[in-house]
């Protein structure tokens, strides 16, 4: 989502938000009130499982969380055993929101929950300057500590999902994963062992992916849902079809696009009757600058709950109820201008499934 506020402070208040120094409580306040309030803005969204809040870089705050790597001139390289940092190895965000649980369930009169998020070990791996094909296993083994240090769950709320974030995988041709290598088995143990923590606690496994022309991650017999990019081929396909049958998974339906500047220039094209002769990047330019300057309201370029009701009829309608339990944004909306324009796409989304449950086809 994007910030607004003291990040510098936000982020100093995410590393001490379990020091008891005195001198370093009001910045971890601060983050904890960004963290809380920004929970409760989704939720009043009508997203029914928001995502913990994720303000900082995916990356970074899971590296932060790991010892026996440094980070130098060219990436990441290994400087001992990796592992968690700390023995219970708590997101910031997430503790947060288990700390001030009860405040939740007072403000909002219910109970909630929550969908956490990590960065998978191939994404992480991808900032190495050397893998071997054990990489995987190592990063895997602290990630899923670090996961099942963070399902939470009390009278207030818990944890309903974890997502494993996989945005590099299956983008570049990557030898590593061949068919029949080390490297490529090695990331499946390691997605596994993460995935059945997390189902060990009742709790719901999601895969996140930007690419899905690799269908390794069907082999993940822990993992429940995929999801992926608004007209990704995993929503249009018969492979797909085939793979949610013969694997008994779910998808999580992806109804709006989150990049802006490609809900910009869809908006621009959809008004041009001159595309060819077009300049769409320099008129993407002109309207951010123009949303910089107030002269134009961001709203205008989120889709219509309308067109996101559309396209989750058509995901549902091609297979079937009881295969897409979950709908919801594509990915993070960080390329928002604000975080109130933020927060209507997703209300906008929370609109669309409501209409849809209404009028199921």
């Given at each position: 989502?994007?910030?607004?506020?003291?990040f510098?402070?936000?982020?100093?208040?995410?590393?001490?938000?379990?020091?008891?120094?005195?001198?370093?409580?009001?910045?971890?306040?601060?983050?904890?009130?960004?963290?809380?309030?920004?929970?409760?803005?989704?939720?009043?969204?009508?997203?029914?499982?928001?995502?913990?809040?994720?303000?900082?870089?995916?990356?970074?705050?899971?590296?932060?969380?790991?010892d026996?790597?440094?980070?130098?001139?060219?990436?990441?390289?290994?400087?001992?055993?990796?592992?968690?940092?700390?023995?219970?190895a708590?997101?910031?965000?997430?503790?947060?929101?288990?700390?001030?649980?009860?405040?939740?369930?007072e403000?909002?009169?219910?109970?909630?929950?929550?969908?956490?998020?990590?960065?998978?070990p191939?994404?992480?791996?991808?900032?190495?300057?050397?893998?071997?094909?054990?990489?995987?296993?190592?990063?895997?083994?602290?990630?899923?500590?670090?996961?099942?240090?963070?399902?939470?769950?009390?009278?207030?709320?818990?944890?309903?999902?974890?997502?494993?974030d996989?945005?590099?995988?299956?983008?570049?041709?990557?030898?590593?994963?061949?068919?029949?290598?080390?490297?490529?088995?090695?990331?499946?143990?390691?997605?596994?062992?993460?995935?059945?923590?997390?189902?060990?606690?009742?709790?719901?496994?999601?895969f996140?992916?930007?690419?899905?022309?690799?269908?390794?991650?069907?082999?993940?017999?822990?993992?429940?849902?995929?999801?992926?990019?608004?007209?990704?081929?995993?929503?249009s396909?018969?492979?797909?079809?085939?793979?949610?049958?013969?694997?008994?998974?779910?998808?999580?339906?992806?109804?709006?696009i989150?990049?802006?500047?490609?809900?910009?220039?869809?908006?621009v094209?959809?008004?041009?009757?001159?595309?060819?002769?077009?300049?769409?990047?320099?008129k993407?330019?002109?309207?951010?600058?123009?949303?910089?300057?107030?002269?134009?309201?961001?709203d205008?370029?989120?889709?219509?709950?309308?067109?996101?009701?559309?396209?989750?009829?058509?995901?549902?309608?091609?297979f079937?109820s009881?295969?897409?339990?979950?709908?919801?944004?594509?990915?993070?909306?960080?390329?928002?201008?604000?975080?109130?324009?933020?927060?209507?796409?997703?209300?906008?989304?929370?609109?669309?499934?409501?209409?849809?449950?209404?009028?199921?086809?």
């Amino acid at each position: 989502m994007p910030f607004a506020g003291d990040f510098e402070k936000f982020s100093d208040g995410a590393s001490h938000l379990v020091s008891t120094d005195r001198s370093l409580r009001d910045s971890s306040e601060y983050f904890e009130r960004k963290i809380i309030e920004s929970f409760l803005s989704k939720l009043e969204a009508g997203i029914d499982i928001p995502n913990y809040p994720q303000f900082r870089d995916m990356n970074k705050m899971f590296f932060e969380m790991m010892d026996g790597i440094e980070r130098l001139k060219g990436g990441y390289v290994e400087t001992g055993v990796i592992s968690q940092r700390s023995s219970k190895a708590e997101i910031p965000e997430v503790l947060a929101l288990r700390r001030n649980s009860k405040e939740i369930y007072e403000r909002t009169g219910g109970t909630f929950r929550v969908k956490i998020c990590i960065t998978g070990p191939y994404t992480l791996s991808s900032f190495f300057r050397y893998r071997d094909p054990e990489i995987y296993g190592r990063l895997g083994d602290a990630l899923s500590k670090i996961a099942d240090g963070n399902m939470f769950d009390d009278k207030h709320g818990g944890v309903r999902i974890l997502a494993v974030d996989e945005p590099v995988f299956g983008s570049k041709d990557d030898p590593q994963m061949d068919v029949g290598s080390a490297g490529r088995e090695n990331l499946l143990q390691s997605w596994e062992g993460i995935c059945r923590k997390a189902r060990q606690k009742g709790v719901e496994t999601c895969f996140h992916l930007h690419s899905t022309t690799d269908e390794l991650v069907w082999q993940v017999d822990s993992l429940r849902i995929v999801e992926s990019h608004v007209g990704d081929p995993l929503y249009s396909t018969e492979s797909t079809k085939r793979l949610l049958e013969s694997t008994d998974k779910m998808l999580k339906a992806s109804i709006c696009i989150t990049i802006f500047d490609k809900l910009i220039e869809k908006h621009v094209l959809s008004r041009s009757k001159d595309i060819e002769k077009m300049d769409i990047t320099g008129k993407i330019g002109q309207v951010w600058e123009e949303i910089r300057e107030g002269k134009t309201v961001p709203d205008t370029f989120i889709e219509d709950a309308e067109t996101m009701e559309r396209r989750l009829r058509e995901i549902v309608g091609r297979f079937g109820s009881e295969r897409v339990p979950y709908a919801g944004s594509e990915c993070g909306l960080r390329s928002f201008p604000t975080y109130e324009c933020a927060v209507e796409c997703l209300r906008r989304a929370s609109t669309a499934t409501k209409v849809f449950d209404r009028r199921p086809p």
